[in-house]
Nanobody, 126 residues
Framework: QVQLVESGGGLVQAGGSLRLSCVAS????????MGWFRQAPGKEREFVAS????????YYWLSVKGRFTISRDNAKNTVYLQMNSLKPEDTAVYYC???????????????????WGQGTQVTVSS
């Protein structure tokens, strides 16, 4: 049974940083591309970043490129999202997910996942 447990969110001032974690279980973590997504109030869930199964390749949505860094630790079944220079528009619930498709097109599969964890709330004040 797939489980994804996100944590690390909180309230931070604009310009601040947070590090999110997602612990996965129920599948062979090192065989899967991992991604972070977010959903702001009243908006659709959107793709943020993805990382290849080995961690050697990453892909970022334009709005976060240069500010966020995705990484993973396959020994801990965990994917991370380091968020720097946070902006109020980054306020959202952040989720992770996994699949075996190409990391550069994970954004196209945002609406296809049947399972989502509970997410972690990130609030950036101005």
């Amino acid at each position: 049974q797939v489980q994804l447990v996100e944590s690390g969110g909180g309230l931070v001032q604009a310009g601040g940083s947070l590090r999110l974690s997602c612990v996965a279980s129920g599948f062979i973590f090192s065989d899967y591309t991992m991604g972070w997504f977010r959903q702001a109030p009243g908006k659709e869930r959107e793709f943020v970043a993805s990382i290849s199964f080995s961690g050697g390749s990453t892909y970022y949505w334009l709005s976060v490129k240069g500010r966020f860094t995705i990484s993973r630790d396959n020994a801990k079944n965990t994917v991370y999202l380091q968020m720097n220079s946070l902006k109020p528009e980054d306020t959202a619930v952040y989720y992770c997910n996994a699949d075996q498709g190409p990391l550069a097109t994970m954004y196209r599969r945002t609406t296809t996942y049947q399972y989502w964890g509970q997410g972690t709330q990130v609030t950036v004040s101005s």
